[in-house]
């Protein structure tokens, strides 16, 4: 019989959020606490695709509304998991505006049924494909994550979706495909952001290749067992827990494997500020602020916790990074 050993950013079953109880939202409601609206950069990442492929074989009917059908997993952290209304109604999305509230506000104006993503470089399979055809809807699972801000504020989110790695691999990246890029969806008369230059629209954002296999990259489509709000990245989103927010892009709709390092938005836009990298690190200061702790979402307003290195999850990925400067390296 396999017995799978809890790793330092696992906890015992019993430590989970029963489903039952963390889906009455009457329940996550009333243990909500006040929200400290402050805001500095963007955190959570923000987040359309021409040629014809044929697609990988059915993968299920996609929810768009409602409950999602999933397994648990071991991948979990002992801390609380952040009420619903926090994970829902604070918000980076800078398509729909640079408030905390204003994605819940405004992001129900993009539509997300139907959707595809554009797949292109360096793969065997590439094109446009349906989502369903992307990610297979039948074979779900939920990872409770930490998500750490470079504003220094965190959260704990339970996520469902599968696997990057599983996705990436179905398209059969060849040995050019050295770095992953993804773009945000972009519509300008639906995402009224968009009209400002706060940024270069789209949103881009990349990851090594092997960062992007790593067992921990996830793409979500679903959090706290129901499918993705729009302001949380609807349809579909990048989850990289080790890395700043703003590297788990939201909305995507392109895909492309390139063998160079790739743009990034908030590199672009202050690269002394943000690197490609962004791994979570308390030793590396913002240019305006530190990183040493984080201000905890959702519940106390003044609690805070001491940031862990790679955000709690070295073991899974501190060999990626071996014998690089983390510090010039951000």
Same mark, same amino acid.
């Given at each position: 019989?396999?017995?799978?050993?809890?790793?330092?950013? %696992?906890?015992?079953? *019993?430590?989970?959020?029963?489903?039952?109880?963390?889906?009455?939202?009457?329940?996550? !409601?009333? &243990?909500?606490? *006040?929200?400290?609206?402050? #805001?500095? *950069?963007?955190?959570?990442?923000?987040?359309?695709? &021409?040629?014809?492929?044929?697609?990988?074989?059915?993968?299920?009917?996609?929810? @768009?509304?409602?409950?999602?059908?999933?397994?648990?997993?071991?991948?979990? $952290?002992?801390?609380? %998991?952040?009420?619903?209304?926090?994970?829902?109604?604070?918000?980076?999305? /800078?398509?729909?505006?640079?408030?905390?509230?204003?994605?819940?506000?405004? *992001?129900?104006?993009?539509?997300?049924?139907?959707?595809? !993503?554009?797949?292109?470089?360096?793969?065997?399979?590439? #094109?446009?494909?349906?989502? +369903?055809?992307? $990610?297979?809807?039948?074979?779900?699972?939920?990872?409770?994550?930490?998500?750490?801000?470079?504003?220094?504020?965190?959260?704990?989110?339970?996520?469902?979706?599968?696997?990057?790695?599983?996705?990436?691999?179905?398209?059969?990246? @060849?040995?050019?495909?050295?770095? !992953?890029?993804?773009? @945000?969806?972009?519509?300008?008369? +639906?995402?009224? #952001?968009?009209? /400002?230059? $706060?940024?270069?629209?789209?949103? $881009?954002?990349?990851?090594?290749?092997?960062?992007?296999?790593?067992?921990?990259?996830?793409?979500?489509?679903?959090?706290?067992?129901?499918?993705?709000?729009?302001?949380?990245?609807?349809?579909?989103?990048?989850?990289?827990?080790?890395?700043?927010?703003?590297?788990?892009?939201? &909305?995507? &709709?392109?895909?492309?494997?390139?063998?160079?390092?790739?743009?990034?938005?908030?590199?672009?836009?202050?690269?002394?500020?943000?690197?490609?990298?962004?791994?979570?690190?308390?030793?590396?200061?913002?240019?305006?602020?530190?990183?040493?702790?984080?201000?905890? !979402?959702?519940?106390?307003?003044?609690?805070?916790?001491? @940031?862990?290195?790679?955000?709690? /999850?070295?073991? %899974?990925?501190?060999?990626?990074?071996?014998?690089?400067?983390?510090?010039?390296?951000?």
């Amino acid at each position: 019989m396999f017995i799978r050993k809890n790793r330092p950013w %696992q906890s015992r079953e *019993a430590d989970v959020t029963p489903k039952g109880l963390y889906l009455n939202r009457r329940s996550i !409601i009333a &243990s909500g606490g *006040a929200l400290a609206l402050t #805001g500095l *950069a963007g955190c959570e990442a923000q987040s359309g695709g &021409s040629s014809t492929a044929q697609a990988p074989a059915a993968t299920g009917t996609r929810p @768009t509304s409602g409950a999602l059908d999933y397994r648990a997993t071991d991948y979990t $952290v002992a801390d609380p %998991q952040t009420p619903y209304p926090a994970v829902t109604g604070y918000n980076n999305f /800078y398509e729909f505006g640079i408030g905390k509230d204003e994605p819940a506000r405004y *992001a129900g104006a993009m539509t997300t049924d139907p959707w595809s !993503i554009e797949v292109e470089g360096h793969a065997g399979r590439t #094109g446009r494909f349906a989502l +369903e055809d992307v $990610v297979d809807f039948t074979n779900l699972e939920e990872r409770i994550y930490r998500l750490r801000c470079v504003e220094a504020w965190s959260m704990v989110v339970p996520w469902v979706g599968v696997p990057l790695s599983r996705v990436l691999a179905s398209f059969e990246p @060849t040995s050019d495909a050295r770095y !992953i890029q993804f773009e @945000t969806h972009l519509d300008r008369d +639906e995402m009224r #952001g968009t009209r /400002y230059r $706060v940024l270069d629209w789209p949103y $881009v954002e990349g990851l090594r290749m092997d960062e992007a296999m790593n067992e921990l990259a996830f793409l979500a489509v679903g959090l706290y067992g129901e499918v993705l709000p729009n302001q949380n990245g609807a349809p579909v989103r990048l989850v990289v827990p080790w890395k700043y927010g703003y590297k788990s892009i939201k &909305s995507i &709709s392109r895909i492309r494997f390139v063998s160079e390092q790739p743009d990034t938005s908030w590199n672009l836009s202050a690269p002394h500020e943000y690197g490609f990298y962004s791994n979570v690190n308390p030793n590396r200061a913002h240019p305006r602020w530190s990183q040493s702790s984080e201000r905890v !979402i959702g519940g106390n307003v003044f609690a805070r916790r001491d @940031t862990e290195m790679f955000n709690g /999850y070295s073991e %899974q990925v501190a060999h990626m990074y071996a014998g690089m400067d983390l510090i010039e390296n951000h």
